[in-house]
Structure formats: structure tokens, C-alpha cells
């Protein structure tokens, strides 16, 4: 069974900081990778995606993500925190292999940045 | 170009009743997923639907049901609300089965 593990459910930087935020996963066969970011009372938006081709992944809003199949981890960085990127974020998988459709999705990360 | 569209954006009812949730995907795409997301949690997938046909369902009871029409959109059905059911309801739309998924603002039912 595939499930998405993310490390710490708040995570606060400074503003200009480095973003790290972890996600670790399990498939037993490959994964689509995905994270998501919501904002209060609105729904999910793609920040980007790993459907095996670059294990580095960049997206929208300067965030990137590197797939590390050796250490099952998918985690979502950014060089420089602006206050905009507070926000929950949501690490998902789906398998590569189905055609359900079905994402499962980590507990989320709520990203705090401080001025 | 219209994004995924849900209706209504907010919604009470009462513990035993019925609600129909309603979604309208992006254009073009044929694929229409429901996701349950409960305040402080992520979302949890309930229905798949792929060309009106359900391809994939999560552990949700039976009084969860959907349904796609022929222009693609659909709807959430839920029977004999319950207190738990008290949630946000997010619908995504993709080209096809797998692919990226778009989600809609979601639907937030209050049952009191």
C-alpha cells in the first residue's frame, strides 16, 4: 500500500530564508510524485510534479523537489522565503501504474514565514 | 479558460439529511475525482470517474455515491449525514485517468 509521510506540521522560516519542506513515501511499484499548496478556504493547487523523468523537479513560484528513490524522499525546497508562500502544503503519490486516479496525500505542512 | 468549478461554496445541513455536491471539470477533461478533506487533515480520495464510468473508490461507507454525465461534470451525493461527514469536498478534473489533476475551491458542509 503506498502512503506519504511529511516531517513536521509546522515549519516556520524568515523571510529570505531557505524553504525545506520533507516528504517521505512508500510504493511498491513507481510512484507519481506531487505537492500541492492551499491557501486558507481555497482548494489545492499544483506547485509541481515527478511522473519519472528529471528526478529534480522545478515548478511554479521558485519551488523545486528531488526525487531520491535510494532514500524514498520527495522534499520541496525553495532558495528564499517570501511572506506570500505562507501556506499549507501537501505532499501526494499515486501509482504510475493505476488508472484509479487515486492520490494519497500526507497530513500537510503548514509553512509559517516570519518578517 | 474557466478553471474546475464547484457549487455551492458553502453548505449547512442537518445530521440525517441528504446532500447533492456539484462539480463542473476544466473543458476537455474527461476524468472527475471527489477528495474529503477534514479540517487539520489532507484529503482523502472517495470517487474516480472516467468517461461516466467509476474507476476507483476509497473506504468511504455507501452512503457516498457519484455519478458523471455525459458532458463530463458530476456530482457527490451523501445520505444520512452524519456530524464526521462535516468537511471540505474538493473536486478534481484531468484529461484522463492518471494524469495531472486540477481541484476546484471545494464545497464546505457543516453538519449540525
Known amino acids: 500500500a503506498q502512503s506519504v509521510t511529511q516531517l513536521g506540521s509546522h515549519v516556520s522560516v524568515s523571510e529570505g530564508a531557505l524553504v525545506l519542506l520533507r516528504c517521505n513515501y512508500s510504493?511498491?511499484?513507481?510512484?507519481?510524485l506531487f505537492w500541492y499548496v492551499q491557501y486558507p478556504n481555497q482548494g489545492l493547487q499544483l506547485l509541481l510534479k515527478?511522473?519519472?523523468?528529471?528526478?529534480l523537479v522545478k515548478g511554479i513560484n521558485g519551488f523545486e523537489a528531488e526525487f531520491k528513490k535510494s532514500e524514498t524522499s520527495f522534499h520541496l525546497t525553495k532558495p528564499s522565503a517570501h511572506m506570500s508562500d505562507a501556506a499549507e502544503y501537501f505532499c501526494a503519490v499515486s501509482e504510475s501504474s493505476s488508472n484509479t486516479g487515486k492520490l494519497i496525500f500526507g497530513q500537510g505542512t503548514t509553512l509559517q514565514v516570519k518578517p | 479558460d474557466a478553471g474546475v468549478t464547484q457549487s455551492p461554496t458553502h453548505l449547512i445541513k442537518t445530521r440525517g439529511q441528504h446532500v447533492t455536491l456539484r462539480c463542473s471539470p476544466i473543458s476537455g477533461h474527461k476524468s472527475v475525482s471527489w477528495y474529503q478533506q477534514v479540517l487539520g487533515q489532507g484529503p482523502q480520495f472517495i470517487f474516480q470517474?472516467?468517461?461516466?464510468?467509476?474507476?476507483g473508490r476509497g473506504n468511504f461507507p455507501d452512503r457516498f455515491s457519484a455519478r458523471q454525465f455525459p458532458n463530463y461534470s458530476s456530482e457527490l451525493n451523501v445520505n444520512a449525514l452524519l456530524l464526521g461527514d462535516s468537511a471540505l469536498y474538493l473536486c478534481?478534473?484531468?484529461?484522463?485517468?492518471?494524469?495531472?489533476?486540477?481541484f476546484g475551491s471545494g464545497t464546505r458542509l457543516t453538519v449540525v
Open positions: 515527478y511522473t519519472s523523468a528529471a528526478t
Open positions: 478534481a478534473s484531468s484529461i484522463r485517468q492518471g494524469g495531472g489533476y486540477t
Open positions: 510504493s511498491s511499484v513507481p510512484p507519481y
Open positions: 470517474y472516467y468517461e461516466k464510468e467509476e474507476r
